[in-house]
């Protein structure tokens, strides 16, 4: 298993913390050479000094995702010096407001909500498909949520964004079906990450009541899923959204 990804690279949009710091670490672990992209430099940088002292390969980048120019620059970068990418994974994403009922929503807010977790989506698949035809393999993954199938009140952007992103998912897998790319996503509940830090209380106590098993998800049961989503194993998967949510999701 430690060589499932060897002499793969992957691309980790999100590794700053989180769910994408756990896929980025344990892709690295299983072999693959991972370039770890974030909007908090600080944190990709301290990443891949992590990895670094653990024997892996590891480039770091700070983009925003939803910065159409610069992820193709970036994108661009990484082919001339890798030749090819084999996985790409976002795990992006920004909760905006939360128990903020419509009235109250600013339409700022849901702007940047959609630009971030659904155009992010858009551009960073749009700049790495090419380079996945060319090599006539590739996996790609996106981070959605239960938020996106079920619908959380009090989060209207996050919820519109991350149901979109399925559609997004489901697609771009269709679309993409004969060409050896997958193209898939995940639905987790609430796990236990500094996403949630800000997220209001009221709402966490919402969100783990509805789970079956009255907890929250950790980053390296994410990252376990994850892993084999974007391995070659997982080759007759495409268009899917993975749940994994201690029982909530019932379809
Ligand atoms: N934690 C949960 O409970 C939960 C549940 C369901 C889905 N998700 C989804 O999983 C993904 C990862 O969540 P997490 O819990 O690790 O959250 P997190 O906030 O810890 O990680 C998200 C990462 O995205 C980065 N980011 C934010 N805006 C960006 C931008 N414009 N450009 C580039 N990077 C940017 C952040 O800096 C951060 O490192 C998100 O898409 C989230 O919506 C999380």
């Not at 690279?9 to 370039?35: D, P, T, W, Y």
């Not at 980048?61 to 620059?73: A, P, R």
Request: proline share 2%; glycine share 8%; hydrophobic share 40%.
């Amino acid at each position: 298993m430690s060589s499932r990804f060897s002499n793969q690279v992957a691309v980790v949009f999100g590794a700053g913390r989180g769910i994408g710091e756990a896929i980025a670490s344990r892709l690295s672990r299983e072999g693959a050479k991972v370039v770890v992209i974030d909007i908090l430099k600080n944190k990709v940088d301290e990443l891949k000094l992590k990895i670094e002292e653990n024997g892996g390969e590891v480039e770091a980048f700070q983009i925003d995702i939803s910065e159409e120019k610069k992820v193709n620059q970036c994108i661009d970068h990484i082919v001339k010096s890798n030749l090819k990418i084999d996985v790409l994974v976002n795990s992006v994403g920004i909760v905006g407001p939360s128990n903020c009922e419509i009235e109250d929503y600013d339409l700022k807010d849901f702007l940047q909500v959609l630009n971030v977790n659904l155009v992010g989506a858009f551009n960073i698949s749009k700049a790495v498909v090419p380079i996945m035809k060319k090599n006539n393999y590739g996996r790609i993954l996106h981070i959605s949520s239960i938020a996106g199938k079920e619908g959380n009140p009090g989060m209207i952007g996050y919820s519109s964004s991350k149901s979109a992103l399925i559609g997004f998912v489901k697609s771009l897998g269709k679309e993409l079906a004969q060409t050896n790319i997958t193209v898939n996503g995940i639905a987790p509940a609430l796990i236990s990450s500094e996403m949630n830090t800000d997220t209001d209380p009221k709402m966490l106590e919402y969100m783990i009541e509805k789970i079956p098993m009255r907890r929250t998800g950790t980053v390296d049961e994410v990252a376990s899923l994850c892993a084999w989503i974007c391995s070659r194993e997982a080759s007759f998967n495409t268009g899917a959204i993975f749940d994994i949510s201690g029982g909530r999701a019932t379809y």
